[in-house]
């Protein structure tokens, strides 16, 4: 299959020459013809980029059902986070449930990095209330 972008450079560099040739001639009717005939292509050559960046996007997202399909990962009630067969790094479960993206949770802060979603800490808590300025995260910093 060819370049489709390299086609439409082909394309616009022989309207150049025929719009060379048609001012060589003095013939504006062509002139017109060949600018409309630009106009076109500018429009082709928009709407493919445009499928491009689609296709991208969409070979993308198979690929993630396909590491999906073929590396599951399973929830884990306990802590509830997702986790894959051969790390022990969390995923985060928003991000895994919403959208399928397999974002590892920062262990210190127990927080999502893309949604920042804090999850319940995989340590103890072992801090105090201690008043009006009490922070429940002060024991993960």
Not at 59 to 76: S, V
Not at 82 to 96: R, S, V
Not at 127 to 132: F, S, T
Request: charged content about 30%; aromatic content about 8%; hydrophobic content about 35%.
């Amino acid at each position: 299959m060819s370049d489709p972008m390299a086609l439409i450079s082909t394309v616009i560099s022989t309207a150049a020459s025929l719009m060379d040739i048609a001012k060589k001639l003095k013939n504006s009717e062509m002139e017109i013809l060949i600018s409309e005939f630009n106009i076109k292509v500018a429009q082709l050559n928009n709407e493919v980029a445009s499928q491009l960046i689609e296709n991208r996007k969409l070979k993308e997202e198979l690929d993630t059902f396909r590491n999906d399909k073929e590396n599951p990962l399973t929830y884990n009630t306990e802590d509830g986070y997702f986790y894959d067969k051969d790390t022990k790094n969390p995923y985060c479960p928003a991000c895994y449930e919403t959208e399928k993206l397999r974002v590892h949770i920062i262990k210190d802060t127990c927080q999502c990095p893309k949604c920042k979603e804090y999850f319940k800490s995989r340590k103890p808590v072992v801090a105090v209330a201690k008043g009006p300025g009490w922070n429940p995260f002060d024991h993960i910093s």
